[in-house]
């Protein structure tokens, strides 16, 4: 029964990937401008027009939608998806280049959320309509309003310029230069997930099973390690999935601000000079990593709640 379950599902990825990359073709197609002189405008040179017209023959740009698209299906069945305009490289090495930094940041934004988020989360629901579970809401608040380049624009000012503690811009690939961005990621899903957090706990709490054990004598702290924490961390890992897939898309404004070579950086280079082969192959990585990471999480359910074991 689970291998017909991955069948049908990996169908369904297959269908939403080839519906994306049609509806992404589509739109990029329409959309206003001359990729061939985008193309020359990074160089500020810009050749005749009979240059431009023989290359975008050669690209194959004049000719119809549907022999476009299918033209570029056919090769992406086969890994080959395009060359990209502006680098001269093709877009699957140009994306691979880019994927072990963006799985690094994303995985370290994720640790330094976590190790914020749960502890804060706890104490926000042990302590109920307290003064400490007032200040960490509030807090809480101030994390989600607030957008991430205002705050990666605050830590590159207080801490690399005013404190001098990391560098604004470094071109080794290290901690180092991630620190700032992951913390700037963090901080913003860290609020979110500690209030997602505070529910979680405090609806564990009000379980039968939780009073049976209180009324057994079993220790608070006990209950609360054992089998509150465990418990309540289980709807998290939905939102994890999609927290993990957004940062794996790239995020693209952190990224810029911290100069870091990631995909998101690469996305915005590529929207800017009209790069259409780069653009189609960043939105079907975005679609893959989206529907692969939901995947995985769908049936983690099965292994980590033994409710759903038994089919309850």
Known sequence: MLKGQIVKRFLQIVIVLFGVSFLSFLLIYMA???????????????????????????????????????????????????????????????????VMPTLQLSLLSLLMMLIMAIPLGVLSAIYQNRPLDYIIRVGSFFGISMPNFWAGLLLLYIVSLKLGWLPVVSAEMGLKKMLLPAFTLAFAMAGKYARQIRASVLEELKQDYISGARARGIKESTILCKHVIPNSMLPLLTLLGLSLGSLLGGTAIVEVIFSFPALGSL??????????PLIQGFVLWIAMIYMLVNLAVDFSYNYLDPRLRKGA
């Open 32 to 98: 206003p401008g001359d990729p061939v002189r985008a193309m020359f405008a990074v160089s500020g040179n810009i050749p005749p027009e009979e240059i431009l017209v023989e290359i975008r023959e050669e690209l194959g740009l004049n000719r119809p939608f549907l022999a476009q698209y299918g033209s570029w299906l056919m090769k992406c069945l086969q890994g080959d998806f395009g060359t990209s305009y502006t680098h001269g490289k093709p877009v699957a090495q140009l994306l691979r280049a880019r």
């Open 267 to 276: 996305a915005i280079s590529a929207i800017t000079s009209m790069d259409y």
